[in-house]
Protein backbone atom coordinates (compact mmCIF):
# COMPACT_ATOMS: atom_id res chain seq x y z
CA UNK A 1 0.00 0.00 0.00
CA UNK A 2 0.90 3.05 -1.23
CA UNK A 3 0.51 6.41 -0.16
CA UNK A 4 1.12 9.28 -3.04
CA UNK A 5 1.68 13.06 -1.49
CA UNK A 6 1.30 15.65 -3.51
CA UNK A 7 4.06 18.60 -2.97
CA UNK A 8 2.85 22.31 -4.01
CA UNK A 9 4.87 24.09 -5.42
CA UNK A 10 5.11 28.18 -4.35
CA UNK A 11 4.09 29.62 -7.47
CA UNK A 12 4.74 33.03 -6.26
CA UNK A 13 8.72 32.34 -5.91
CA UNK A 14 10.54 35.21 -7.79
CA UNK A 15 13.83 35.57 -8.42
CA UNK A 16 14.60 39.38 -8.29
CA UNK A 17 17.89 40.49 -10.39
CA UNK A 18 20.48 41.65 -8.62
CA UNK A 19 20.94 45.74 -7.83
CA UNK A 20 22.91 47.68 -10.03
CA UNK A 21 24.78 50.65 -9.59
CA UNK A 22 26.50 53.20 -11.50
CA UNK A 23 29.92 54.05 -11.00
CA UNK A 24 30.78 57.65 -11.48
CA UNK A 25 34.15 59.55 -11.81
CA UNK A 26 34.26 62.59 -9.99
CA UNK A 27 35.89 65.73 -11.57
CA UNK A 28 39.30 67.25 -10.08
CA UNK A 29 41.53 70.15 -10.73
CA UNK A 30 44.49 68.07 -11.10
CA UNK A 31 44.18 64.68 -13.26
CA UNK A 32 45.08 64.59 -16.47
CA UNK A 33 42.79 64.35 -18.91
CA UNK A 34 44.76 61.43 -20.46
CA UNK A 35 44.66 59.78 -17.64
CA UNK A 36 40.84 59.48 -17.03
CA UNK A 37 41.07 58.24 -20.73
CA UNK A 38 43.38 55.60 -20.05
CA UNK A 39 41.46 54.54 -17.08
CA UNK A 40 38.72 54.55 -19.28
CA UNK A 41 39.90 52.51 -21.55
CA UNK A 42 41.61 49.97 -19.15
CA UNK A 43 39.23 49.64 -16.30
CA UNK A 44 36.14 49.79 -18.06
CA UNK A 45 36.84 48.72 -21.50
CA UNK A 46 35.48 51.46 -23.26
CA UNK A 47 37.13 52.46 -26.37
CA UNK A 48 39.06 55.66 -26.97
CA UNK A 49 35.75 57.63 -28.88
CA UNK A 50 33.65 56.47 -25.40
CA UNK A 51 36.18 57.23 -23.10
CA UNK A 52 36.99 61.05 -24.46
CA UNK A 53 33.11 61.18 -24.10
CA UNK A 54 32.90 60.28 -20.64
CA UNK A 55 36.13 61.98 -19.74
CA UNK A 56 34.35 65.65 -21.61
CA UNK A 57 31.59 64.90 -19.15
CA UNK A 58 33.53 64.72 -16.18
CA UNK A 59 35.22 67.67 -17.06
CA UNK A 60 32.23 69.81 -17.96
CA UNK A 61 29.85 68.61 -16.01
CA UNK A 62 31.83 67.80 -13.18
CA UNK A 63 30.95 64.05 -13.03
CA UNK A 64 30.96 61.40 -15.71
CA UNK A 65 29.07 57.89 -15.09
CA UNK A 66 31.42 55.07 -16.55
CA UNK A 67 29.22 51.97 -16.81
CA UNK A 68 26.32 49.90 -14.64
CA UNK A 69 27.08 46.88 -12.39
CA UNK A 70 26.49 44.58 -9.98
CA UNK A 71 27.56 45.72 -6.44
CA UNK A 72 30.63 43.52 -6.23
CA UNK A 73 31.65 44.36 -9.54
CA UNK A 74 30.88 48.22 -9.08
CA UNK A 75 32.77 48.06 -6.05
CA UNK A 76 36.16 46.66 -7.40
CA UNK A 77 35.85 48.82 -10.19
CA UNK A 78 36.26 52.17 -7.70
CA UNK A 79 38.67 50.80 -6.02
CA UNK A 80 40.68 50.14 -9.12
CA UNK A 81 40.50 53.64 -10.26
CA UNK A 82 41.48 54.75 -6.56
CA UNK A 83 44.90 52.51 -6.72
CA UNK A 84 45.49 53.65 -10.13
CA UNK A 85 45.00 57.28 -9.44
CA UNK A 86 46.96 57.32 -6.31
CA UNK A 87 50.05 55.10 -7.85
CA UNK A 88 50.47 57.67 -10.63
CA UNK A 89 50.06 60.75 -8.38
CA UNK A 90 46.14 61.78 -9.02
CA UNK A 91 43.28 62.75 -6.99
CA UNK A 92 40.83 61.41 -9.13
CA UNK A 93 37.79 59.56 -7.19
CA UNK A 94 34.86 57.16 -8.07
CA UNK A 95 31.93 56.80 -6.51
CA UNK A 96 29.25 54.21 -7.30
CA UNK A 97 25.70 54.77 -6.63
CA UNK A 98 22.15 52.28 -7.23
CA UNK A 99 21.10 52.60 -10.46
Do not use: W
Not at 8 to 30: F, G, H, T
Not at 59 to 70: A, D, F, L, M, Q
Not at 91 to 97: D, T, V
Amino acid sequence: MSTKKEFELDSELSLSEPKQYKVILLNDDYTSMEFVIDILMTIFHKSYQESEAIMLDVHKKNRGICGVYTYEIAETKVSQVSHLAREQGFPLRAMMEEA
